[in-house]
């Protein structure tokens, strides 16, 4: 058999493939093209280098580029070629400078590290993906709350530790999951990721060869990777040694796998059978079972929401083992872990929509289910009104099953009750519900959140 792919691992997780265009080893070979361009355009720039030197620079990077993207057995070839020097900025600068001049070679990588590359590029990556994260939690949330002014009065069960607790509406359980998904959306991190240190942070070779053109060239720089605006804005300091911010990244990632996780896991207890409050539009068949539908968006999301928090711990440690200008290990560690979480949280959002969108409510189920938790369901009622004219006793007498609570509950007050009839009907008894729905819908579709400063790609020759 012709081998003709490159080796990936989809097929162990179906649903990874969604978000494993924004993460994959193309993706990273294109973000490092434009990290090394974008340094030696910043040269021309600042005038470091001549035009000639610029354009042979650039086009040989494109064209090493292309190669790679366009040859499997290459890019493996680079794969291989990482591991010597423990990453695969060094094998991509040799392959484009196997296609430049004198001049061009001098002027490609000049005053910069392997990591400066590489943390550039693997923040340009989690920029664009915060970017399409930011933008689908707002979609997300908008359905969400579409779906929760629908069913503002369809009453249901409150659950709690999986046992019926109290009436609600499902109104207010999907303006529940309208408010994590904003705050998730609201708490999106700036991604400044711009990495220029040199060797050991000091910028020390930059200074040496640029001199007085140094904040020309840094500037032009954080121009080209983020965009005019980075022009307005001082510029920052490395952050090489400062892995806090990839935890931040990693913490918002996951943070789109959990909050899917969690709906998921709702929509998964309301889509059995025996339940049958929900439905979903996206299922799956079984291979053996004909008269199964499976919810399989769902049990994707709960999947993934197993998977993050084994990677979290993975940043939270590298980040925790950081040490001196470049740590032995503890920065190699991050990139496995931060491009799986970016791939989650991307895949993770695209099931979330897709499921929220197909998402069919039965309140002729939920008001069945509500009925057969009934009248135990008003226990903290009886409690609340008549707690000091009724025994527990005689409270457990009224709530038991098959019975009838109004005449029990007549009996053990031993004098009539104006509307006793309706002390035992589930609208009667959902609180502020509907308020608290209103003010969480408010809320979602007040002002604008702060921007996160996902600034777009801005590539300037």
């Known amino acids: 058999m012709t081998d003709t792919v490159a080796h990936t691992r989809l097929l162990f997780a179906p649903g990874d493939l969604r978000g494993a265009e924004a993460i994959d080893d193309v993706a990273l070979v294109s973000a490092l093209g434009d990290v090394e361009s974008a340094w030696i355009n910043a040269q021309a720039h600042a005038g470091l280098i001549s035009s000639d030197a610029r354009a042979e620079a650039v086009a040989g990077i494109e064209a090493t580029t292309r190669s790679l993207l366009s040859d499997s057995a290459e890019l493996e070839m680079l ?64 359905v969400l709350v579409g ?65 007085t053109q140094t904040e020309a060239l840094l500037r032009e720089f954080h121009v080209q ?75 994707l999301l709960h999947r993934n929401g197993m998977r993050a928090p084994g990677l979290m711990a993975t940043l939270t440690s ?8 470049r740590s032995d290990g503890a920065w190699h560690a991050e990139w496995p872990a931060l491009s799986e979480l970016m791939g989650l949280a991307v895949s993770s959002l695209i099931m979330l929509q897709t499921m929220v969108e197909g998402l069919s409510v039965k309140p002729d189920a939920m008001r069945k289910n509500v009925d057969a938790a009934s009248p135990g369901i008003y226990a903290e009622r009886l409690n609340i009104a008549f707690g000091d004219r009724l025994t527990k006793t005689q409270v457990q007498d009224i709530i038991a099953p098959g019975g009838d609570p109004v005449a029990a509950l007549k009996a053990a007050l ?12 589930p609208e009667n008894y959902l609180g502020d519900a509907e308020d608290i729905r209103q003010t969480i819908i408010a809320t979602i579709n007040g002002p604008e959140p702060v921007s996160p400063g996902l600034l777009p790609f801005a590539s300037r020759k």
């Open 147 to 211: 779906l929760s002014e629908d069913h503002a009065s369809t009453v249901c069960l409150a659950r709690t530790l999986t046992q019926p607790a109290l009436p609600t509406t499902f109104g207010l359980k999907i303006a529940s999951w309208a408010a994590e998904v904003h705050e998730v959306q609201s708490l999106t991190p700036r991604i400044d990721y711009v990495q220029v240190g040199g060797a050991a942070g000091t910028r020390a070779a930059i200074r040496e060869f640029a001199g």
């Open 414 to 425: 031993g004098q009539a009750e104006d509307d006793l009839e309706s002390f035992f009907t």
């Open 79 to 142: 794969a291989a070629g990482a591991e010597s020097g423990g990453n695969p900025v060094i094998p991509f600068l040799k392959a484009v400078r196997s296609r430049l001049g004198p001049d061009a070679s001098r002027a490609l990588h000049k005053g910069l590290t392997s990591q400066d590359v590489m943390d550039s590029a693997l923040g340009l990556l989690m920029a664009r993906v915060a970017r399409q994260t930011h933008a689908r939690l707002d979609v997300i949330a908008d």
């Open 318 to 325: 590298t980040a925790a083992e950081a040490i001196e200008e």
């Open 225 to 299: 990777l983020r965009g005019p605006d980075a022009a307005l804005t001082s510029i920052p300091a490395p952050w090489h040694t400062d892995r806090v911010r990839v935890l931040n990244w990693a913490s918002h990632l996951t943070q789109c796998v959990t909050v899917g996780a969690s709906i998921a896991r709702d929509v998964l207890i309301g889509t059995r059978p025996e339940v049958g409050e929900l439905s979903l539009a996206a299922t799956g068949e079984s291979s053996a079972m004909p008269q199964k539908v499976n919810p399989t968006s769902a049990v």
